[in-house]
């Protein structure tokens, strides 16, 4: 039976699974010119805003285009939440993209009116790639997540690389999801978006927690592997058996360390544990459990004393912005 994945970023349905592949076609379709030297930029601009009003998300626009021949995203801020936290995103993309973690930004603009980043256009997220190997015949499933679990330690590799030689700055941890990941599906090479300053923790204050030094590998597999919804992961239990969760073995083989961090991050009083949490949460049915007892019960670990979350709080992940 084919099974499908719900995008965890559907709200009333808007940004379903079906509007995630319209939005990948017109992204791959491509067409669209930005020319930077010809000093056009913004007419063009517009005109794309305009092509381009049917496919905008719940906090974003985002356009094709080339430049240069060479195939871009242009992403503009929509909301408000994502306007005022736009300098932080794009600093945070410049830094992220200088060390090899996201896409190449080619052209980016902070000014006030006229907010947007041009960046390399990588095939799909991640997220769609997992929908379309779900349409592969079922014996090549396994395969499949086998090279894309290389291709995501190679980038969380990277990751870590970039925090041990920058110790002080803060983990994009909170929005670290299949969404939020590109990737090449010639090279099977990955890359994160979406930096939202919010939704990414102080290195300190989870040192702090630890009492030791945080394993940025491990934080960052513990993340992306419960970043999705267990109907997701049932859905993806053939790709990544037996349960359907990315690096689930891995976590499994270093269950001391994990639930250390596990408590370590629990008392985050931030958006980014709050967005962690809420990603999770399935909302139809069952009991709600916070993000932190999912995981422990998953490593086989009892539940914590204090483990319902209040219902009223987690109806809207706060990745919707
Ligand atoms: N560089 C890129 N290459 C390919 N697809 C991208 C790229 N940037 C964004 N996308 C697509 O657009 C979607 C939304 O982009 P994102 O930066 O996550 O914005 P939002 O803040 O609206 O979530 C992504 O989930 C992905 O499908
Ligand atoms: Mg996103």
Redesign the pocket.
């Known amino acids: 039976m084919k099974r499908l994945l719900r995008s965890q970023?559907a709200r009333t349905g808007r940004r379903n699974v079906t509007g995630?592949r319209m939005?990948?076609t017109i992204?791959r379709g491509g067409g669209l010119i930005v020319d930077t030297r010809s000093g056009n930029i913004c007419i063009k601009l517009d005109q794309m805003m305009k092509a381009g009003r049917s496919m905008t998300?719940?906090?974003?626009r985002?356009f094709t285009g080339r430049l240069n021949a060479i195939p871009?995203?242009v992403?503009m801020p929509l909301s408000e939440k994502?306007i005022t936290g736009w300098k932080d995103e794009v600093s945070i993309t410049n830094r992220m993209s200088e060390a090899g973690i996201a896409?190449e930004v080619y052209v980016q603009s902070p000014i006030p009116g006229h907010e947007f980043v041009i960046?390399?256009?990588?095939?799909?997220?991640l997220?769609?790639h997992m929908l379309r190997t779900l349409d592969l015949p079922e014996h090549k499933h396994r395969e499949e997540g086998n090279r894309v679990k290389e291709g995501l330690r190679d980038l969380i590799a990277r990751i870590a690389k970039y925090h041990e030689n920058n110790p002080e700055k803060s983990l994009c941890i909170g929005d670290f999801r299949m969404?939020?990941i590109?990737i090449n599906t010639f090279k099977y090479e990955m890359?994160q978006?979406?930096f939202?300053s919010r939704f990414c923790a102080a290195p300190e204050t989870l040192n702090e927690q630890l009492g030791a030094k945080l394993d940025v590998e491990l934080l960052m597999m513990l993340c992306l592997t419960f970043s999705y919804s267990q109907f997701n992961a049932e859905g993806l239990a053939g790709v990544f058996p037996p349960h359907g969760r990315v690096f689930l073995d891995e976590l499994l083989a270093r269950k001391k360390d994990v639930l250390a961090l596990v408590d370590a991050l629990e008392p985050l009083e931030s958006s980014t544990m709050k967005n962690l949490r809420n990603l999770l949460l399935e909302g139809t049915f069952g009991k709600r459990r916070s993000w932190a007892d999912v995981v422990r019960r998953s490593m086989g670990a009892r539940d914590s004393p204090v483990s319902v979350v209040d219902a009223s709080d987690s109806s809207t992940p706060d990745?919707e912005?």
């Open positions: 970023e995630r939005i990948n992204l998300s719940s906090h974003g985002i871009v995203i992403k994502a896409p960046m390399q256009r990588y095939d799909w997220d997220f769609t969404e939020n590109v890359k978006i979406d939202d990745s912005r």
